[in-house]
Every structure is written in structure tokens, then in C-alpha cells.
T-cell receptor
């Protein structure tokens, strides 16, 4: 069955370190998204991509970057981790032009920045 | 600015006690309103999409309805397994329609 996989599930890092969170989907979807989820804020969009070589900033993109070199993967990089980036990160994908344009989510990565 | 507001933040029900969750939204042109369910430690899972005022969709004990300014998720005779966070979302039509904006969610607790 097609799926979307995030790794690692849990990560502890130190302030100032570079961290990369992986996201891999086998749906063959063109659209991929990164969200962070914090209590009281819900899901907030960090970056998104409509296809290979395409990336766009979301509402909370400062301190984060993404690159899309193939259809399946959209890694999220924290250039210099800060305590404010402690959060649960979700990757999602959707089918381009799909009727529902619903999102399929991974299981999330719990990131702690100490 | 597009906004999605959900209420209440948390809802505690007894098994069999029906209730409704509210989602109010402001968006310049609605392309779709979505409901998702999220269990602890997992990613959100799609439930429904509604496109126009008056539309209704049902799945087991859940029914979603849509007006021009809000959506309701009605839960009829809930069971403990319905306990989860329910998220409402709209699509932002300003940049091609692929950005989905979420509300903060309603945490539902159903006690046996």
C-alpha cells in the first residue's frame, strides 16, 4: 500500500545544530507539505512544493529550508536549531488536481531542541 | 487574512450523549472545507470535504454540514473510540488552492 513515512520519529538536538527531517511518500503525489503542530496553534504551514524543483514558503518558514530533487522526498532542514523550534513536525502530500485535494499525513517527528 | 476558528477547545461527553463541534471560517473564496481526525501520536486522517453551503456528508456516527460562514461536525451517540482531536481546515484560494489552513482543533473525550 502507498504511504508517507517520516524519520526519525523522535529527535533531540542542541541549540545551533543543523537538523534534517526526512519525508518519503509512495503515493506519487506532486504536492508535498511540511507543518508544525504546537498546542494552541494547530497545524501551521512551514514550506510546500508543487513538484520537482519547486519550493514555496509557508506562514512560519523562518529558520527552515526544503529542497525537492525527486517526486518522493521533501526533506526539511533546520539551519541552526532554536528552542522555539521544539515541536511536532508533520509531512503531508496531496494529488495534483485531485477531486478532494485532501492531505495524506505521515506519523510525525517529535523534535526537542535543548 | 484567512482564518479558521474551532470551538469548543475541548468537549467531554458521556457515551451516547450527542453533540456538535463548530468551525467558523473567513476566506475570500471557499474551495473546500475539510474535517480531519487526529489520534494521539499520529498524523491527521481525512474525514470529509464540503464544497458548498447546504452540503452534508455522513460517516458512521459523524455528520458534517456547511453554511456560508461555518461548518458543524455532529456526533450522534458517541462511543469512547470517537475520542480524538477533530481538525477543521479550508483551502486558501489565493495561491492556486493548494495551501490548506487548519484550525486549532477540538479535543473530544467520550467516557464510557
Amino acid at each position: 500500500d502507498a504511504e508517507i513515512t517520516q524519520s526519525p520519529r523522535h529527535k533531540i538536538t542542541e541549540t545551533g545544530r543543523q537538523v534534517t527531517l526526512a519525508c518519503h511518500q509512495t503515493w506519487n503525489h506532486n504536492n508535498m507539505f511540511w507543518y508544525r503542530q504546537d498546542l494552541g496553534h494547530g497545524l501551521r504551514l512551514i514550506h510546500y512544493s508543487y513538484g520537482v524543483q519547486d519550493t514555496n514558503k509557508g506562514e512560519v518558514s523562518d529558520g527552515y529550508s526544503v529542497s525537492r530533487s525527486n517526486t518522493e522526498d521533501l526533506p526539511l532542514t533546520l539551519e541552526s536549531a532554536a528552542s522555539s523550534q521544539t515541536s511536532v513536525y508533520f509531512c503531508a502530500s496531496s494529488e495534483y488536481g485531485g477531486k478532494d485535494e485532501k492531505l495524506f499525513f505521515g506519523s510525525g517527528t517529535q523534535l526537542s531542541v535543548l | 487574512e484567512d482564518q479558521v476558528t474551532q470551538s469548543p477547545e475541548a468537549l467531554r461527553l458521556q457515551e451516547g450523549e450527542s453533540s456538535s463541534l463548530n468551525c467558523s471560517y473567513t476566506v475570500s473564496g471557499l474551495r473546500g472545507l475539510f474535517w480531519y481526525r487526529q489520534d494521539p501520536g499520529k498524523g491527521p486522517e481525512f474525514l470529509f470535504t464540503l464544497y458548498s453551503a447546504g452540503e452534508e456528508k455522513e460517516k458512521e456516527r459523524l455528520k458534517a454540514t456547511l453554511t456560508k460562514k461555518e461548518s458543524f461536525l455532529h456526533i450522534t451517540a458517541p462511543k469512547p473510540e470517537d475520542s480524538a482531536t477533530y481538525l477543521c481546515a479550508v483551502q486558501d484560494p489565493g495561491t492556486g488552492g493548494f495551501k490548506t489552513i487548519f484550525g486549532a482543533g477540538t479535543r473530544l473525550f467520550v467516557k464510557a
